[in-house]
Structures are given as C-alpha cells and as structure tokens.
C-alpha cells in the first residue's frame, strides 16, 4: 500500500502528474489511499483503493465535495493571505498538512503502508508527509516539481532569516527521505551543490509527453498568414516570465508577405495585459498581429497546437522544464524557445532539430535564428526527434527505480 498526500486544485500540472503516478503504481500492483485537501472531510472509494479528503481550515482549496454540494466559502483577501504566509512555515497550508498527518480517517487506511509519497509544491506537503511517514513506520519518497530553495517562486524566501528556517527544514524533510524526485538535471544539481549527501537518492524524473494521440500536421507548404501559438500563462507562473522576453524577438523579423498572427491561449494576469498594450504596435510595425484567448480544456489545446505553424516557449528559468514543452514537441512543430543558454530547456532543446533556441534580450542578435525558424513555420522543411527517454516506458522505469529506493529506507 501506498498513501499519497496531494493538494494541487484540479487541471494543475502537479494533477496530471499525479494521474501518471496513479497508473503506475497500480501497474505494480499497490493499492494507493490519496489524501487530498478540500473544503471538508470525506472518503470515497476508488478502482485504485480509496480517496481522503482532509478539511483545509483556511478554505484555501473550496472544491466541491462527491455529492456536488458546494461548500462554504468566505471571500479572498490578500491580507489574509499575507498575514498567513508570513505566520506559517514554510508556508499556510502546513496547518493543514500537519492534521492530515494526525487525521484518523487517514491513520486508519494507511495501517501497514509500506511507502508515503509527496507531491510538492506546496512545500507543506513534504512536512506532512514525512510526519505520516513515521507515524506508519513507511518509507518516504519526496516529489519536488520545483525546487524548495532553489529559484524559489515565493518572495518570501527573499528575507534572509526565513530562507535560513527553511534551509533547516528542507534538510531535515529530505535527509528523512529514502529518494527524492526532481525534474530536471538542472535541479538536482542545484539541490545537490547544497546537500551534498543527497546525491545517491535524488532521481531526476522529467515530466513527459501525453498519452492523448495528437493530430498529425499536414505536410504541404504553409501559404498565406503563419500563425504562432503561445499556450499557458505568464507572470502568473512565475515573476520572470514576462510576455515582453516572449515577444522581442519577434518584432526584429517580419513574419513575409502573408502576414502573421501571434496567438496567446492561457489565462492571462492583468500586467500582462498591459505588458501586450504597449508591445502590440511595436509589433505591428514589423507585419505581426496579436491575439488573446481564454483557456481551453487540455485535450482542445493539444489540437490547437497541431494546427497552428510553429509554438512559442518562455522557460526564463535555470532549472524549470515547463510541462508545456513535452505537449509541444508530440505536435511535432518547430519551436521558439526563450530560455538562458546554461538552463536546463537550452540543453534538453540542443539536441532537437525542431527547437529553435534564444537567449532572453538576444536582440537584433536573435534576427537569423528567427528567421530560420519562420522559415521552417512556413516550408514544413524541418526535422524533428522525440527523444524515448520522456515517453511513458522511460519515466516508469524511473519511477519504479525511486519506489524501490525509499522502500528500502522504512523508519
């Protein structure tokens, strides 16, 4: 048995991570009980074994409960939330982690598990489940998507006796656990070059491409408008993803004589609105026309990649891997992709004809990779490799790898 604390909101990448750990691990024949936070308790059977939800009392996560009854809610406050984050290590869903750890509806389906499992961010998670861990007498296995203090998403850790606490926390959580799993090799060396002694049990397993069969692209020659699509968000992200690293490039080169369209498809936060404003013009003088669209269900976008002539990537990140870019590559489309040259995107895409590689603020010095990439959008004259190693057999035999190991250190 396995027990599986989780927090991430539906259609969250850490979701559909989660459902590929779901399907291996009934692959090897455990049954799994994934605890889960909600707006209150409930149990519910599942093919797999059983679901848990676990009461958030902040009301951080208002789902739905299995009968469809819509919980109480109280009004967002950022105030609140402020305070909150301030207040709580390493961060306020901590309060619920430690209950869900305590919970005795959990206690009592987790009796004899042989591995605990978590998936963070948020980093509470972790907290909880090494406390459940030694509770059960478990294993412990800890999933990072990102790093904890390692190109930290949280401002908060810009304070220098918080960072300290919570250097003290991340070493105690992962020296608890028996393997830890990170995304990218980027990470792990970051993780590393601090905790050295966690070396032999951080496995690096990148998220992957979908199981959903995308459409093949037609092979004739593009005619007319070349279309660009831009699919997820931006500062709503990270803070260093900015539409404006995105689209300078674009502005240098002229997309020809039919035109083009650049496509953004995602949520949209209000500064990046106003970031578009000021670059529409700009773009508009080099023959390239912008447009926004709301998101769309994940099996809907994955055809608009297909359909569209060639995808843009921000990735201004050292050690993040986007989800997005496995989605991109099964499109099989040339891509634009902005990310520094020593992060882990620029050595991932250097070994992929189809990926067309910018340093952020290249400048005028981006025109003949720009180019080069316009002209595979509209030619379809382009190589493209998916590498096995993020296909469904590579990442499970890498994540069996990573259950054996923190199974073999039981508390």
Known sequence: MLVAPFWNRPGHVGVYRADRFLRWLVAEGLSVVLVRAASRDWVTPRPWGVEIAVRDPFGFYPDRAPDHTAPHTRKASRIRRAVATTLFTPDPTVIWARRMARHPTVLAHADGAELVLASSPPESV????????????????????????DEPNRPVLAWRWRRWLEARL?????????AILVTSNRWKELLIARLPALGEKTIVLTNGYPLTRIPEP????TRGMVTLLHAGRFSGSRRTQTVGAMLEPLRHVSPGGGGGRIRLLGTLEQEDYRELESWAPRLAAT???????????RHEMLRELAAADGLLLLANSEAVIPSKLFEYLTAKRPVLAVTPRTGAVWALGSELPQMFLLEPAAGAAAVPIVSAFLQACR????EYVLPEEYGESALAARFRKALALAGRHRA
Do not use: C, H, K
């Open 287 to 297: 023959g390239w026309t912008m447009q926004t669209e709301p998101a769309v269900a």
């Open 379 to 382: 030619t379809r004259d382009y």
């Open 126 to 149: 972790q907290v909880g489940a090494a406390r459940l861990a030694d509770r059960l007498g478990a294993g412990f296995l800890a999933d990072l998507r990102d790093g904890w203090l």
């Open 218 to 221: 037609p092979s004739s020659s």
């Open 170 to 178: 991340e070493a105690r959580i992962l020296q608890r656990a028996g």
